[in-house]
């Protein structure tokens, strides 16, 4: 059964096969989240399309931090009306640093999906590479 596009995106999923997974390890493993599969370990897709691909990612991740000031500065601004500046920025700063990990997972994945070209091929024969 296939999974949804939006599904395969948010589990990390390959976006040709949405089977394979495009990170070797759990985002819970702190020294190892940024470690990706060079190919599908399903479909043998080649994750890095051209050279230098994930440079890309950096405005992807840049919007998700600014996503991420705009969120945590208007639910500051609505639960405590009265907060000092301080507070905005330990506040800012503390989400920014929780959310790397996940910034820049879904900034490369996201560039993936988006700007890829990768087509999804749900009747592609499986093969195993690597």
Known sequence: MAIGYWQALFSGKCPRCRKGNIYKHSLFQP??????????????LKYEVE???FYGAMYVGYAISVATVISVFT???????????????????????????????????MMLYFFGGVKYQPDLIEKKTI
């Not at 020294?31 to 043998?44: E, R």
């Open 31 to 44: 020294l190892k989240f940024t470690q990706m599969h060079s190919h599908c370990p399903v479909c043998g």
């Open 51 to 53: 050279p230098g691909f």
């Open 75 to 109: 639910a500051i601004n609505i639960l405590y009306p009265k907060a000092s500046l301080t507070t905005y920025i330990v506040s800012i700063i503390a989400a920014l640093l929780l959310m790397i990990p996940i910034n820049f997972r879904y900034s490369r994945i």
